[in-house]
């Protein structure tokens, strides 16, 4: 998964298949899932994965109204077609039925 860097990067990244994963190094809910990533990556390598440090880019959280982790978006050229957001902690099977969900 490749990590946000800048807003600009952020915007290259929208116009692809992409989804991006809201985390924080704080966050025990975010570090339960952690294992599981890369073997969801490789199932649905048609998309991008973005992990966005709350922490690092609150704005982008606040513009894509992102206010409980692990959360995630889920974008194809340039617009939303999808989000899991809640700041319950997420299983790999609901990230994969919302990916299955907006998968095309």
């Not at 994963?21 to 199932?43: G, Q, T, V, Y």
Request: hydrophobic letters at 35%; one cysteine or more.
């Amino acid at each position: 998964m490749k990590n946000l860097q800048t807003n600009e990067q952020l915007e290259s990244y929208l116009n692809g298949k992409t989804i991006l994963m809201f985390s924080a190094d704080w966050c025990p809910d975010c570090r339960i899932i952690e294992p599981i990533l890369p073997e969801i990556e490789e199932k649905y390598n048609h998309y991008t994965f973005i992990h966005v440090d709350r922490d690092q880019f609150i704005d982008v959280c606040q513009k894509y109204d992102v206010f409980g982790i692990p959360s995630f978006i889920a974008f194809e050229k340039g617009e939303e077609v999808g989000r899991l957001i809640s700041k319950d902690r997420k299983t790999k099977d609901e990230i994969e039925t919302f990916i299955d969900s907006i998968d095309s």
